[in-house]
Nanobody
Framework: QVQLVESGGGSVQAGGSLRLSCAAS????????MGWFRQAPGKEREGVAS?????????????DYVDSVKVRFTVSRDSPKNTLYLQMNSLKPEDTAMYYC?????????????????WGQGTQVTVST
């Protein structure tokens, strides 16, 4: 059974930082496309970031971000730990949302891709002024 379990959410003041984690079990993130999404109350789910690793040494990562989080957010993975991360800096109140991680199969790896194969349950991020 595949599980993606997010953690690291919480409440912070504007300008603060959080690091989200997504631990995978029953699924090897390996080089596969992984993504982070968020959904604020009353709004549609939005792709935030995606990342995959190129299958050629030194296996660099390729990341994509929605414009609103570029420079502030960084997606990364620890393959031995089978975990995806999202480092969020300079947080703004408009970043307040439930954050989800997702795993994709094949295709183009972009932040706005929504046809994930597996989804996590989410972790809440609240940014106050």
């Amino acid at each position: 059974q595949v599980q993606l379990v997010e953690s690291g959410g919480g409440s912070v003041q504007a300008g603060g930082s959080l690091r989200l984690s997504c631990a995978a079990s029953g699924y090897t993130i390996g080089f596969n496309c992984m993504g982070w999404f968020r959904q604020a109350p009353g709004k549609e789910r939005e792709g935030v970031a995606s990342e995959y690793k190129i299958l050629v040494y030194p296996y660099p990562s390729v990341a994509d971000y929605v414009d609103s989080v570029k420079v502030r957010f960084t997606v990364s993975r620890d393959s031995p730990k089978n975990t995806l991360y999202l480092q969020m800096n300079s947080l703004k109140p408009e970043d307040t949302a439930m954050y989800y991680c997702a795993a994709f199969s094949g295709g183009t790896c972009r932040a706005n891709r929504t046809d994930a194969r597996h989804w996590g349950q989410g972790t809440q991020v609240t940014v106050s002024t």
